[in-house]
């Protein structure tokens, strides 16, 4: 059977924008052993001035509640370049921004538990 | 008048009660009292992610207990009664609880704010003052029972309120802090502690933590927004504040900081003060009597403690993150890094014993905390401990300032 044209001009647009749709709603997740080690660097050392359990500090609370009505792209320039006249540092030397994507990503959806680094090995 | 007749139970029950009182008795007897002990080589080592502090003997390198239920302790500080005996811990959640560190126990616990950084105890005892940045101000409690007795709002002309940070204890029950987005130092005195009176000083650009000298008399106010620290002579408050180490940036980019400096008593040593440059790697070293610049050292990292061994001789330095690894030493004779220690991942804090000869650190990442000899740098003890933070032993009872 012949596929009309426009039918699949069609079907070739919607698979497209459905494509498109599911990459922006889940940003692409890192490798697990990464993963595990942005949980606890954000946990911890974003912990540091927004809480252990996002609830704010000298930094604002990044609780989804409080991410709701945010747009993730300026989340996720803050993470990379930081705040200029605050105490919000750039953290591009340390994460990538796909990584900060996830990031925020895990942030509005309600931040994984933080597993800790995996143990050290004796070569240390 | 009638005769009640006394009715005894018959002799074979008080056989059974009389001997039940006998055992009860003599099993009391020879259960072995709690020992006398002292708490002067007691403290607490918070663990953080677990609302928990572990009791710990500096004599035996040890725990004594764990006792949970503190609720969020990210960041969390603690202060000691005067005696010694009674912990009181910080929590970032407005948590202020009381924990015995003889029955091993929390004897008292309220929650007082929505987010807090830390507090302090008045000089006699009487008096525990916390600081919050959520609602922002300061909050006096009863030591004894933990009342609220004043509640002082860090509020501006504009109706605005601010974070407090640098919170520190003043004689004759004052308490000296600084609002964050106010840009202000604050004293006030809690002498009539249900009416309490407050001072008010310039501070500068967006203050982060602040410390008392050990004597009491100057406070300097750290700040992230400009290149320098406040300073105020509290032996003359007419004289209000000035700026000291201004410009000490010399305009150049600053380095980001992924945590912000701690300042407290504990980096002034030998007539000089050794303070945490921001956005840059070094520590800056200021004559404590003139307040000028006389040098500044470079480190590894955006130093977090510049903490002195307790003689003097030594300042130990950590980094924030990612360098949180190191821990570097410095000869205060020749002002140079001597040593530079790796002593475990996530080196979040180091408290010495008050002679000097050793330091616990909390290595956070490897959840442990461990324990070295200051002369040789080797590592001569340490034990579990889950996340490990603030180490705080009960000498800090007996110093202004902490």
């Known amino acids: 059977m012949k596929v009309p044209p426009l039918a699949a001009h069609v079907a070739v647009l919607i698979g497209a924008a459905l494509i498109s749709a599911l990459a922006s709603a889940a940003p692409q ?41 945010k747009p993730a792209e300026g989340l996720v320039a803050t993470i990379v370049g930081g705040r200029p006249g605050t105490p919000m540092p750039p953290f591009q ?21 933080d597993a800790g680094l995996p143990p050290a090995s004796d070569a240390r | 008048m009638s005769v009640t007749k006394v009715r005894l139970a018959p002799p074979a029950v008080w056989g059974l009660v009389l001997s039940g009182m006998v055992m009860l008795l003599s099993a009391c007897s020879t259960t072995p009292p709690a020992p006398l002990r ?62 015995d560190l003889l029955e091993r126990r929390i004897v008292g616990r309220v929650v007082q704010a929505g987010n807090a950084i830390g507090g302090s105890i008045s000089h006699d005892g009487s008096l525990v003052v916390v600081q919050n940045y959520e609602p922002g101000g ?41 609002l964050f987005e106010a840009g202000e130092i604050r004293i006030t005195d809690f002498s009539d502690p249900r009416n309490p009176v407050t001072q008010r000083f310039e501070g500068g650009k967006q203050p982060y933590d602040a410390l008392v000298t050990p004597d009491g008399r100057y406070y300097i106010a750290g700040l992230f927004g400009e290149d320098g620290l406040a300073l105020i002579d509290l032996w003359n408050l007419d004289k209000g504040s000035r700026k000291i180490l201004s410009g000490y940036g010399r305009g150049e980019q600053p380095l980001p900081v992924f945590k912000m400096p701690h300042l407290r008593g504990w980096s002034v040593a030998g007539g000089r003060a050794y303070l945490p440059a921001i956005g840059r790697h070094e520590v800056l070293v200021v004559d404590t009597d003139t307040w000028e610049e006389v040098g500044r050292i470079k480190v590894k990292s955006q130093p977090v403690f510049a903490m002195a061994r307790p003689d003097g001789r030594e300042i130990w330095v950590n980094f924030a993150f990612p360098d949180n690894g190191w821990v570097q030493v410095i000869d205060t ?30 290595a956070r990442d490897d959840n442990k905390v461990v324990i070295y000899d200051t002369a040789s740098k080797q590592q001569i003890g340490g034990f579990d401990s889950a996340s490990p933070s603030g180490i705080f032993f009960t000498t800090r009872a007996a110093r202004t300032g902490f």
């Open chain 1, 29 to 69: 997740s890192p490798a697990p052993e990464r993963a595990r080690e942005l949980v606890h660097i954000v946990r911890q050392d974003c912990g540091s001035c927004h809480g252990l359990t996002f609830k704010g500090g000298l930094g604002p609370a990044l609780t989804p509640e409080a991410l709701a009505d």
């Open chain 2, 333 to 362: 004779v020749t002002g140079t890094v001597t040593d530079t220690l790796q002593p475990g991942r996530g080196i979040l804090h180091m408290e010495f014993l008050s002679k000097g000869h050793e330091v616990w650190l909390s």
């Open chain 2, 138 to 178: 300061i909050k006096a409690f009863d030591a004894n029972t933990l009342e609220l007795l004043a509640d002082v709002p860090a509020t501006t002309e504009d109706g605005t309120r601010s974070k407090v940070v640098g919170l520190a204890d003043l004689s004759g029950k004052r308490f000296i802090y600084a």
């Open chain 2, 38 to 99: 002292g708490t002067g080589d007691l403290g607490v080592v918070i663990e953080r992610a677990d609302g928990k502090v572990k009791v710990i003997e500096t004599t035996g390198r040890g725990v004594l207990a764990t006792v949970g239920g503190l609720g969020d302790l990210s960041h969390a500080s603690v202060v000691f009664s005067r005696d010694g005996r009674h912990a009181f811990v910080f929590g970032r959640d407005g948590g202020l609880t009381k924990v």
């Open chain 1, 93 to 113: 030397t340390i994460l990538s921004e796909a990584e900060a994507e996830w990031i925020v990503d895990q942030l509005m959806r309600g931040f994984p538990p």
